[in-house]
């Protein structure tokens, strides 16, 4: 039985944790490099990427701890366009100023890690009273699900909100 051209033309593949060559046929050679090559081409495109090609093998997609890699077409904080008038201007110039600062977002997070903390501390019915008002579950339905009245659910749920704004009323 005659060999199709494909298969009959062995490949490797290098595997980088295991400093070793493994023969595979073409199509999975062809399957494992298809993203990687995808990838550097797309990183040489931005000249980011200055691989040789008989270094191409050790290419991982991990272009942080790559000797090879460039800072490629990013742009300086520096960097001076040119209007439609002629006039230069600094391309900082077009960024939206009320784009979020910095303390706003850090109070976010603080305000995000308290609350997390504080649900972490509820009951179970009290997690699933706040998972069925994240996803927008009417009254009736969560009462029926947690087995209760909906008058039991919509005083156990704004208890359960008054208590969690008490206990975040430092951050809201």
Same mark, same amino acid.
């Given at each position: 039985?005659?060999?199709?051209?494909?298969?009959?033309?062995?490949?490797?593949?290098?595997?980088?944790?295991?400093?070793? +060559?493994?023969?595979?046929?073409?199509? !999975?050679?062809?399957?494992? /490099?298809?993203?990687?090559?995808? /990838?550097?081409?797309?990183?040489?495109?931005?000249?980011?990427?200055?691989?040789?090609?008989?270094?191409?093998?050790?290419? !991982?997609?991990?272009?942080?701890?790559?000797?090879?890699?460039? %800072? %490629?077409?990013?742009?300086?904080?520096? &960097?001076m366009?040119? !209007?439609?008038?002629?006039?230069?201007?600094? +391309?900082l110039?077009?960024?939206?100023?009320?784009?979020?600062?910095?303390?706003?977002?850090?109070?976010?997070?603080?305000?995000l890690?308290?609350?997390?903390?504080?649900?972490?501390e509820?009951?179970s019915?009290?997690?699933?009273?706040?998972?069925?008002?994240?996803?927008?579950?009417?009254?009736?339905?969560?009462?029926?699900?947690l %087995?209760?009245?909906?008058?039991? /659910?919509?005083?156990?749920?704004d208890?359960?909100?008054?208590?969690?704004?008490?206990?975040?009323?430092? &951050?809201?």
């Amino acid at each position: 039985m005659a060999n199709n051209d494909n298969e009959s033309t062995e490949r490797k593949i290098y595997l980088k944790d295991l400093h070793q +060559w493994v023969p595979v046929s073409k199509t !999975d050679f062809d399957d494992y /490099y298809r993203d990687i090559n995808t /990838y550097r081409r797309r990183q040489q495109e931005h000249g980011r990427c200055i691989c040789p090609a008989n270094k191409r093998y050790l290419c !991982d997609m991990d272009c942080g701890c790559c000797p090879f890699h460039k %800072g %490629g077409d990013k742009l300086s904080l520096d &960097y001076m366009v040119t !209007d439609e008038d002629g006039n230069e201007k600094s +391309w900082l110039d077009d960024v939206a100023d009320d784009a979020p600062s910095i303390q706003s977002v850090l109070e976010d997070r603080e305000l995000l890690n308290a609350l997390h903390a504080r649900l972490d501390e509820l009951d179970s019915d009290g997690r699933l009273i706040c998972e069925f008002i994240m996803q927008g579950c009417p009254e009736r339905a969560a009462a029926e699900k947690l %087995g209760l009245s909906r008058n039991t /659910y919509t005083y156990r749920r704004d208890k359960l909100l008054a208590l969690l704004r008490e206990a975040l009323r430092d &951050y809201i």
